[in-house]
């Protein structure tokens, strides 16, 4: 079926239910179990209903058929909440609960296949197991909605005599409302090929048709001349209903005698998504980057910026928390290498008596990662105790371990996030400008978190699109300013996160890799 890209930056998903060996309520008989899902989106958002599923009469192993559509918003955390009942009637103070969990839209994304298994529990017992599978959400709709597409020709006729090729072009026409054609678009020509591929191009459907799917949309076939007395050569007449329900993908050109002028089709239906390669088993490797420079102030003074206060985090902490919770999900095996810059590490297993710009906090060169989120906030705080703030301030190194790790990655399906967190300028900005356009031609993105309230005109710029970056390949930085967002919980990660889905996609792009196949899994065949 021929995909959509959506105007907006939201992608929709479907998600679908079933439940394994749920405890039974029941006393003659087994229960009749019943799934009730809420969504919340942040932190301060409020949780609401958003889909309740049939009943599913004496079957402690349901494939509930009701499911929910619902948008994807990767920079923001989506928590989820999912309650079973034992249905016993039309209003669910009546219900016995079976058992509830907590998860959120990201976690189920980044599971394996987007197929998600969490554990039901109810007063301290574990009551069986939900499972959820996302699956994109293809949608036929909207006028505005945007189509991808690209065509390709065989076997065209030669317009040129014996000794020339045909240049070939497309024009595109919609049926107008006056009885009229319209043209909407005009491909680029091929020179002197009678098998030609033109480039994609995205189009509208209002540009194609009203909201009629039967409305005609004439393609003629052209070749291009230099004086522009070009040469028809024929003409079809095609049909969205055609193409996107019956999945008819190529057409024979006919000329104005009736003559076979060749033939063309659609070669590429798709622009592939974040979610399209988020089902082919994409990842994302988070990698961690801390200033310890001396302008952060000593941790034990309660005006520093790594000051740890009891029962609530310092600014580099809420940044950690904020970024991780939400990349962390597209990771299968949760490992992050973290790193601090700028100090004098008295680390376990890990001394030096100068200052290193690019070491483990975990002491460990070989193995610098820790275990998820809990592992990132733990081995910040005890690293405090173990390092003397210095400086100067240089991003270097830490960039190049990056692009180093992205350079091993670049074959397998891990693109990768270098997180930097820094409270000020950086002393060496022309080496970091040809490091960051290195990085563009990697699996690579950099973001930057500026904590305090120092002057980052600096990192503005190294997150800018001026001449300095007149031959980068693409854009792959995005600075945020820590205390612009302090205000608003979850802003912080959302404004850094917003562009990595297409930046991923971009690169992709740049070295011509699609989505891997999805895999289908029947969630009905799931033990």
């Known amino acids: 079926m021929l995909q959509q890209v959506q105007t907006k930056d939201r992608e929709k998903i479907e998600l679908f239910f079933s439940a394994r060996g749920l405890a039974n309520k029941d006393v003659l008989s087994d229960s009749d ?56 009637g039309e209003d669910l103070k009546d219900d016995d609960i079976i058992g509830t969990l907590n998860t959120t839209v990201g976690e189920i994304m980044g599971s394996r296949n987007q197929i998600y298994i969490g554990q039901l529990s109810h007063k301290n017992k574990q009551t069986g197991k939900v499972l959820v599978k996302a699956d994109k959400r293809q949608e036929i709709g909207g006028t505005n909605q945007l189509i991808y597409w690209q065509w390709y020709g065989k076997k065209i006729k030669n317009m040129d005599g014996w000794f020339g090729v045909s240049d070939p ?11 009229d054609w319209l043209m909407v678009h005009e491909t680029e020509f091929i020179k002197d090929n009678e098998n030609p591929i033109w480039k994609g191009f995205e189009i509208s459907h209002d540009k194609l048709h009203d909201e009629n799917p039967q409305q005609p949309i004439k393609i ?4 291009n001349e230099k004086d522009g007395k070009h040469q028809y050569i024929g003409q079809v007449e095609v049909t969205i209903e055609k193409i996107f329900f019956k999945e008819i993908h190529e057409f024979q050109v006919k000329t104005p005698k009736g003559e076979f002028g060749g033939t063309i089709g659609i070669k590429s239906f798709q622009k592939p998504s974040f979610i399209d390669y988020l089902k082919g088993g994409e990842q994302i490797n988070l990698q961690i980057a801390i200033d310890f ?24 902490q809420n940044a950690l928390s904020q970024v991780s919770e939400i990349l962390l999900n597209y990771d299968f095996d949760k490992k992050v290498p973290v790193y601090g810059f700028g100090g004098i590490p008295s680390l376990p297993n890990y001394h030096k008596s100068s200052t290193d710009d690019c070491f483990p906090l975990n002491g460990n060169k070989k193995d610098p990662e820790v275990y998820g989120l809990e592992g990132i906030m733990n081995i910040y705080r005890q690293a405090l105790n173990h390092i003397s703030l210095s400086g100067p301030t240089v991003f270097a190194p830490v960039i190049e371990n990056a692009i180093e790790i992205a350079d091993q990655n670049k074959k397998k399906d891990i693109y990768n996030v270098l997180l930097i967190m820094t409270d000020g300028q950086i002393d060496d900005m022309n080496e970091c400008i040809k490091l960051v356009k290195k990085a563009a031609k990697l699996p690579l993105s950099i973001i930057i978190v500026g904590v305090g309230n120092a002057n980052f005109k600096m990192m503005e710029e ?5 001449p300095q970056y007149q031959d980068c390949l693409r854009d792959v930085v995005q600075f945020v300013p820590f ?10 990660a959302q404004e850094l996160l917003s562009e990595l889905p297409d930046q991923l996609i971009q690169y992709k792009q740049l070295i011509g890799k699609g989505p891997n196949p999805a895999q289908q899994i029947d969630l009905s065949k799931l033990a």
């Open 33 to 88: 179990p019943q799934l009730y899902l809420y969504l919340k989106e942040g932190k301060q958002g409020v949780e609401k209903l958003i889909v309740k599923t049939e009943v599913k009469k004496n079957n402690l192993n349901p494939d509930w058929k009701v499911s929910v559509v619902l948008d994807f918003i990767f920079e923001v955390s989506q928590y989820l909440r999912i309650l079973v009942v034992d249905s016993d």
């Open 169 to 179: 072009f497309l024009r595109f026409f919609k049926w107008h409302k006056n009885s």
């Open 220 to 223: 003629e076939l052209w070749d």
């Open 293 to 316: 420079t001396g302008s952060n102030g000593d941790p034990r003074n309660s005006h520093s910026l790594h000051y740890n206060t009891p029962n609530q985090l310092n600014q580099y």
């Open 462 to 466: 190294l997150d800018g699109d001026g």
């Open 483 to 492: 205390l612009k967002y302090s205000g608003q919980p979850g802003a912080l």
